[in-house]
């Protein structure tokens, strides 16, 4: 499976952004999807995961309770709601899909351990 980001762009301390991640093949129920992020000069950073079935979401503490990730098989889309958005939310935002590992590994897992990635897509938070 191959995966892509859209709905990235600029808003401004406490506005909402929705992240889109949109992948082809026919096998993507079967996939785990996460949203990592990351800024210059730091490590890629888990944000959000969801487990194959759509049923089970994890959330970095730095989200929680802001972040929804949603799985929708029937359109092959992963989505990320972001609201209350804070100027350190600021980063290129990066969808993974895993099929290789246990969902409780998965939001455990080092991103240098996953292989599926989109290009990215820039979300900038102004204060």
């Known amino acids: 499976v191959q995966v892509a980001e859209s709905g990235g762009g600029s808003v401004q301390a406490g506005g909402s952004l929705r992240l889109s991640c949109t992948a082809s093949?026919?096998?993507?129920?079967?996939?785990?999807m996460g949203w990592f992020r990351q800024t210059p000069g730091k490590e890629r950073e888990f944000v959000a995961g969801i487990n194959w079935s759509g049923t089970t979401p994890s959330y970095a503490d730095s989200v929680r309770g802001r972040f929804t990730i949603s799985k929708l098989d029937t359109e092959n889309t992963v989505h990320l709601q972001m609201n209350s958005l804070k100027p350190e939310d600021t980063a290129v935002y990066y969808c993974?899909?895993?099929?290789?590992?246990?969902?409780?590994?998965?939001?455990?897992?080092?991103?240098?351990?996953?292989?599926?990635w989109g290009q990215g897509t820039q979300v900038t938070v102004s204060s």
């Open positions: 093949g026919n096998d993507f129920v079967q996939f785990t």
């Open positions: 993974n899909a895993d099929n290789s590992r246990s969902f409780s590994n998965y939001v455990k897992s080092s991103p240098a351990s996953l292989a599926i």
